[in-house]
């Protein structure tokens, strides 16, 4: 009789010796649930610096300063707010730009973004994936429990469970995923990657700093 596959399971606890465990997926969605510190809503004050987005979306974000705006950083509340302010710029919707940073809602936030003049689907697609992936390393990077949740992870696969979101997350809720037998039909899980991305930079800055004091030793 041909052997079953196993259904999709979330392993218990964060960052272990056992492989299979290391290995599950830890699926989030609400930022107000277990693991909610994953999600783009979640609050969490950081700054990036003006130069840094610039880069990142091919726009210069000195034209979005007031003439008296003297400094080189922008604080976030959120790296939702963040992600729709890269969007804004990055199709010079100055009014619109304005707006998200004045907010504090994750849900204005979005909803801002979705007004952005002039948006272009594939000139967004060329740089969403970085923006979102600056934004975690930034939100995790300046928090350390932040950090340590996220570098607590191992190398476990870290999946948005959002049923309406497939680009983003897997389009399905982590009761659903968590019982298929196959990930063929999950979505791209975007910011899941992202925060991979960010928490292997993360893992060699500490990599490279307990280098560094070794050898001044």
């Known amino acids: 009789m041909p052997s079953q596959k196993k259904p999709i399971i979330q392993g218990h606890g964060s960052g272990t010796a056992n492989e299979t465990l290391s290995t599950a997926p830890l699926f989030f969605h609400h930022e107000d649930r277990k693991y909610g510190e994953f999600s783009q809503w979640y609050g969490s004050s950081f700054v990036v610096s003006k130069l840094q987005i610039s880069a990142l979306v091919g726009q210069p974000v000195s034209s979005f300063s007031s003439p008296d705006d003297y400094s080189d950083d922008i604080s976030f509340v959120t790296a939702e707010q963040f992600m729709m302010f890269c969007k804004a710029v990055c199709f010079g919707d100055r009014s619109i730009a304005a707006q998200i940073l004045q907010t504090r809602d994750?849900?204005?936030?979005?909803?801002?973004?979705?007004?952005?003049?002039?948006?272009?689907?594939?000139?967004?697609?060329?740089?969403?994936?970085?923006?979102?992936a600056a934004a975690s390393l930034a939100k995790f990077g300046q928090n350390e429990e932040l950090r340590a949740l996220l570098l607590g992870t191992g190398r476990r696969e870290l999946t948005e469970a959002a049923p309406n979101d497939r680009i983003w997350g897997i389009g399905f809720s982590e009761k659903d995923a968590r019982n298929m037998?196959?990930?063929?039909?999950?979505?791209?899980?975007?910011l899941g990657r992202a925060l991979v991305v960010a928490?292997?930079?993360?893992?060699?800055?500490?990599?490279?700093?307990?280098?560094?004091?070794?050898?001044h030793r």
């Not at 801002?112 to 948006?119: D, I, S, T």
């Open 106 to 132: 994750p849900r204005d936030q979005k909803g801002l973004g979705r007004a952005v003049a002039g948006f272009d689907p594939v000139k967004w697609d060329a740089v969403k994936s970085a923006v979102v």
């Open 199 to 215: 928490r292997e930079t993360l893992r060699m800055e500490d990599k490279r700093h307990l280098e560094g004091a070794a050898g």
């Open 181 to 190: 037998r196959s990930r063929r039909e999950w979505g791209e899980n975007l």
